[in-house]
């Protein structure tokens, strides 16, 4: 007969704080977090006042409150990959079941503690590498820990990126107005483009930023300002009235299908930080009907050459195109190959895998408006009312992302209508 085990559960508890489970990481992973938030949490439990807040377990345990909130925040997780995201090093972790000893809490629980924080210091060096290695993984299945992985990421690139290009900018957002052409065979485009607290960070480098479309003719392609001159004269172009005042200097260079903006002056710093919001009409742009077999899309896209803290993208079409459809989103990174074309399968294998996604704004320059975009429905209807639009006719589409990745592409899409039956 099998003999019964003098082992108690405690004891096996303890045993089992190590996984041994030789499977998939990820099990490993989940095995050692399961095991550290039954262990942590037990303990925590026991000390007197713990459940009052960070602050009277911190007196408890005679340690500092930043290190008792994520204690609490560990222990309070879902689930043990949470907890991990959430858990301060092994370290600080030693010296909160440490002091809990003192407070009462029996020694079986504390040595449980200890050998789970071993399994958790374990998996990270043996396994993973470090704790900034761990945090990526735990992105791909913890949504909190995505988040966070992401924004703290993004940061740390735009910081980089723009010191190492010398400028920056608080908000870069472009807009895109699809509006039917009058021939009825094509789409008119307005291309809007806002950047705000746009400044030099380092002497002598060139400020530009470039407004650029995939277009099947770009020899005819040719964009014009509100007043309806070509932009390659400039005059009109920057929308003055939200601008900076004075108004900054552009000089345009067209170079087939894109218009680069090249910003006067050589000034540097905050103080000198400029506002600049310029408006193109692009007439029949792009064809209205395409027949649906040849799985075309209708697409617009804006591209990340300026770092920048804050990013938008709307684009805003009439209610008589692409009706029923919802766009699709997608980023691609543009380091290799340059620009991606939407429609262009061999570009998939290019695209960033982030959070960011498509918000329906609804119907009406009333929906429309910004947080982040000073007197943006108001723009929106001086653009409208000078081009003849009835801004109630649009609906709206946005994604907004906070530090975006330098060099990304931002590209949403419709798929076509099919031509009207004769």
């Known amino acids: 007969m099998p003999q019964p085990s003098s082992t108690s559960p405690q004891d096996a508890a303890i045993g089992n704080a190590h996984p041994t489970d030789t499977g998939s990481l990820e099990v490993r992973i989940t095995q050692t977090g399961d095991a550290l938030l039954d262990r942590l949490r037990r303990v925590v439990e026991q000390v007197p006042e713990a459940d009052a807040g960070p602050q009277r377990l911190a007196r408890a345990l005679g340690v500092d409150k930043v290190l008792a909130s994520r204690v609490l925040k560990a222990v309070r ?9 959430r858990a301060p090093g092994p370290g600080p972790l030693r010296r909160v079941v440490k002091a809990s000893a003192a407070c009462g809490v029996p020694s079986t629980d504390v040595e449980a503690a200890h050998a789970a924080i071993e399994a958790f210091e374990a998996l990270i060096q043996s396994e993973i590498g470090d704790r900034s290695a761990l945090e990526a993984i735990l992105s791909a299945w913890v949504p909190e820990a995505r988040r966070e992985f992401e924004l703290r990421r993004k940061q740390a690139a735009f910081r980089a990126m723009s010191q190492l290009k010398g400028v920056q900018a608080d908000v870069f957002a472009e807009t895109a107005i699809f509006w039917p052409s009058d021939d009825g065979d094509h789409i008119d485009i307005v291309w809007i483009k806002l950047v705000f607290g746009l400044q030099r960070l380092r002497p002598r480098v060139p400020v530009k930023f470039t407004s650029q479309r995939g277009v099947e003719n770009p020899d005819r392609r040719m964009p014009l300002n509100l007043a309806g001159n070509p932009v390659d004269a400039v005059d009109g172009a920057v929308l003055s009235a939200y601008s900076s005042s004075p108004t ?61 803290k804050q990013y938008g993208l709307d684009v805003l079409v009439h209610e008589d195109l692409f009706p029923g459809e919802h766009p699709d989103l997608r980023i691609y990174d543009t380091a290799v190959l340059g ?68 060099g990304s592409q931002f590209a949403m899409s419709f798929r076509t209508t099919d031509p009207p039956t004769p």
């Open 77 to 85: 997780a879902p689930d043990g990959m949470s907890a991990m995201h």
């Open 248 to 308: 900054p200097t552009l000089t345009a260079e067209i170079v087939g299908e894109a218009t680069h903006y090249l910003l006067d002056g050589a000034e540097m710093g905050a103080a000198s930080a400029v506002d600049l919001v310029t408006c193109e009409v692009n007439r029949s742009e792009i064809i209205r009907y395409v027949p649906t077999q040849r799985g075309r899309r209708a697409w617009a896209s804006s591209d990340l050459a300026i770092p920048a």
């Open 339 to 406: 620009t991606a074309d939407r429609n262009d399968p061999t570009r998939d294998i290019d695209q960033f895998d982030l959070l960011e996604s498509v918000e329906h704004l609804g119907n009406g320059l009333t929906r429309f408006g910004s947080s982040f975009v000073p007197r943006y429905r108001r723009m929106l209807e001086d653009i409208c009312r000078t081009l003849w639009m009835d801004g109630n006719r649009l609906r709206g589409y946005r994604v907004e992302s906070d530090y975006p990745i330098y």
